[in-house]
């Protein structure tokens, strides 16, 4: 019972690489999301897709690019690291039963990313 | 204003103290609400919904108060293992998207 998978579980960067973090779901859920989690800011949706070949922007979506080519596959990526993107990312899926607003979502066991 | 308000605390308390967790939100149309208690470098995880006439769970009470837009957590009987982060989630009808907007977090530190 994997759950929620994200890879890596920690990376440091330096300012201009790119890298991909891999969210990986096995309970067939529709709903993905990609937040990032800052010291007083609490978690902030980066990207979001409500099913397969669909994505879409949430609050904080400036410097990120996602895709979601597979049903079970969220890919989230920094084209060119900066330093204010270092944080604790984290990604969720959820049900498509009843009301959508009505499930939870269960969460991966993040991601902790430094960019120098 | 943010959309989801929370006291950060943290709230220090003796094991079998009483506390209670108070938020506020902004969007009158938020459907849904949640308690999500997030541990020191781990993911958020649900703890319990929070309906219109109250619910309980053990040691843990949610009340909803739609008319003032304001969410409680009442923890009874604190053991040192309730020591964590409380969040406070809204879900607003939007689309379907299913999006959560999350507080910042109250910290509870449970004390021998």
């Known amino acids: 019972n994997a759950g929620v998978t994200q890879t890596p579980k920690f990376r440091v960067l330096k300012t201009g690489q790119s890298m991909t973090l891999l969210c990986a779901q096995d309970?067939?859920?529709?709903?993905i999301y990609w937040y990032r989690q800052d010291p007083g800011m609490g978690l902030r949706l980066i990207h979001y897709?409500?099913?397969?070949?669909?994505?879409a922007k949430g609050e904080v979506p400036d410097g990120y690019n996602v895709s979601r080519l597979k049903k079970q596959n969220f890919l989230l990526g920094l084209e060119s690291a900066a330093p204010s993107q270092t944080s604790v990312y984290f990604c969720?899926?959820?049900?498509?039963?009843?009301?959508?607003?009505?499930?939870?979502?269960?969460f991966g066991d993040g991601t902790r990313l430094s960019i120098l | 204003r943010k959309e989801v308000e929370q006291d950060p605390g943290p709230f220090n308390v003796p094991e079998g103290a009483t506390v209670a967790f108070n938020c506020t939100y902004s969007?009158?149309?938020?459907?849904?609400f949640f308690w999500y208690r997030q541990d020191c470098r781990k993911e958020p995880k649900l703890l319990m919904s929070?309906?219109?006439s109250g619910n309980e769970d053990g040691r843990f009470t949610a009340q909803l108060n739609r008319a003032s837009q304001y969410i409680s957590l009442l923890i009874r009987d604190s053991k040192l293992s309730d020591s964590a982060t409380y969040l406070c989630?809204?879900?607003?009808?939007?689309?379907?998207?299913?999006?959560?907007?999350f507080g910042q977090g109250t910290t509870l530190q449970v004390k021998p």
């Open positions: 969720a899926s959820s049900y498509l039963r009843g009301r959508i607003f009505d499930q939870p979502q269960h």
């Open positions: 309970m067939n859920h529709e709903y």
């Open positions: 897709s409500v099913g397969e070949g669909t994505t």
């Open positions: 969007n009158s149309a938020s459907q849904s």
């Open positions: 929070v309906y219109s």
């Open positions: 989630v809204v879900s607003i009808s939007e689309s379907n998207t299913g999006k959560l907007i």
